[in-house]
């Protein structure tokens, strides 16, 4: 059986996806390069194609994988 968050702090400057929950309930989705994680915040920050950083909670992460 598949882990839904296979992504770990060792996986920095891989390109990741994300799909996630936002506050208002609904699903999104992050694709990446995986800057860092901010253990403080316990969130994830993924640089996307335009080069802005997403925010990623750990606690609302649907499932999480590295990608080719």
Excluded: C, W
């Amino acid at each position: 059986m598949n882990k839904p968050n296979q992504v770990t702090s060792s996986d920095t400057g891989r390109r990741v996806t994300f799909q996630f929950i936002l506050p208002n309930g609904h699903v999104s989705e992050v694709v990446g390069t995986f800057e860092y994680f901010d253990a403080g915040a316990d969130t994830y920050m993924v640089r996307d194609r335009h080069g802005d950083l997403a925010r990623v909670p750990r606690r609302a992460v649907k499932a999480g994988k590295i990608v080719s």
